[in-house]
């Protein structure tokens, strides 16, 4: 399981560079991954310090980091 997550957090990472800034509760649709396979991810992530959670209203985004963005940016 903690391959599958791994591997989920890559998923995360990319789609996060490639679409910026994201709807919390629509990350595992753009993914195409299970809710707690995607949460856990995100865990893992937040961990690191490579992404940033933002509330806005009554909903909640998520982003790479300013750190993380640029490093997306070399990458890709």
């Known amino acids: 399981m903690q391959e599958q997550i791994g591997q989920t957090a890559g998923k995360v990472w990319l789609a996060l560079g490639k679409k910026g800034e994201t709807n919390l509760a629509m990350l595992p649709k753009v993914i195409k991954e299970k809710s707690e396979i995607t949460f ?3 865990g893992w992530l937040a961990h690191e310090g ?9 909903k909640n985004f998520v982003a790479l980091s300013p750190r993380e963005q640029e490093v997306f940016k070399t990458v890709h």
């Open 40 to 42: 856990q991810a995100l």
């Open 50 to 58: 490579k992404i940033i959670y933002q509330k806005k209203g009554d």
